[in-house]
């Protein structure tokens, strides 16, 4: 769990919320005399708030406030004073981890597209690399994505593999239906059979578009100036909607967790 809270750099700080989660879901199943496996989960939570995103000195002094032992004398209301005293500790630790939560999704929705994988699938066309290189990879390399195409890879093994590896670890991926390239509507199925994908088609004219992929939502551009800026403009709005729709579904998710 260490190595998955330190690397704070990961895409959606997806590995830090889902860290929050599985600390939440640790400390509810630990009982107060358990000391050993309380002091390792309080040792990783420190370590997590020493690398929060943001105001971590906050994160680590609000949680080092927390008490879970009773520190009072005399006699107790309770028939186990300091059973009550973890228990009171237990709900404060976990109201702050969700705090954290909150705070991580907020920061997730602002910064969402840094280091997010953009995989191309088009066809080698050089008219067409032009307006992928110009339209496409320089404004989303901008905006901080990572965008890579099957040319991309310089690797021993078969392009294809590559070609499906990324389709696996894109979190966006974009196909251009331009010219009905047999390769790319098959690369394109096996990317819808990825649920969680947001995959984005372009075509230069609409009347290019198959009619069993008439339902699915296409970017329409014409090969004029104009239109590939008009290809950019509506690109990074649908990126940004598939954006919002991710976080949305791991707010969900996470929520679910949390509350189950």
Not at 11 to 28: F, G, P, R
Request: charged share 35%; net charge neutral.
């Amino acid at each position: 769990m260490t190595e998955n809270i330190q690397s704070i750099n990961n895409k959606y700080n997806i590995s830090m919320i889902e860290s929050i989660n599985q600390l939440i879901e640790d400390i509810k199943e630990i009982n107060y005399w358990d000391e050993e496996k309380f002091n390792n989960w309080k040792d990783i939570v420190e370590i997590f708030f020493t690398n929060f995103p943001e105001d971590s000195i906050h994160w680590l002094i609000r949680f080092s406030n927390i008490k879970f032992e009773y520190t009072g004398s005399g006699l107790s209301v309770h028939k186990d004073p300091q059973q009550n005293a973890f228990e009171k500790g237990k709900k404060k630790a976990i109201l702050l981890l969700k705090k954290a939560k909150k705070r991580l999704l907020e920061i997730l929705a602002n910064e969402g597209n840094k280091n997010l994988f953009i995989f191309m699938l088009m066809p080698f066309d050089e008219k067409l690399t032009q307006i992928y290189e110009r339209y496409i990879k320089k404004p989303l390399e901008e905006k901080e994505f990572i965008v890579k195409r099957a040319d991309d890879f310089f690797k021993s093994i078969p392009i294809m593999d590559d070609i499906l590896e990324s389709i696996i670890k894109a979190d966006i991926i974009i196909g251009d239906l331009t010219d009905k390239n047999p390769n790319v509507f098959y690369e394109l199925g096996r990317a819808h059979e990825k649920k969680d994908k947001c995959v984005i088609h372009i075509c230069q004219e609409k009347d290019k578009i198959p009619f069993d992929l008439g339902h699915i939502r296409t970017i329409i551009y014409k090969d004029t100036p104009e239109g590939y800026e008009k290809l950019e403009k509506d690109m990074l709005k649908f990126i940004e909607t598939c954006i919002k729709e991710k976080i949305e579904k791991s707010r969900l998710k996470l929520n679910i967790k949390s509350n189950g």
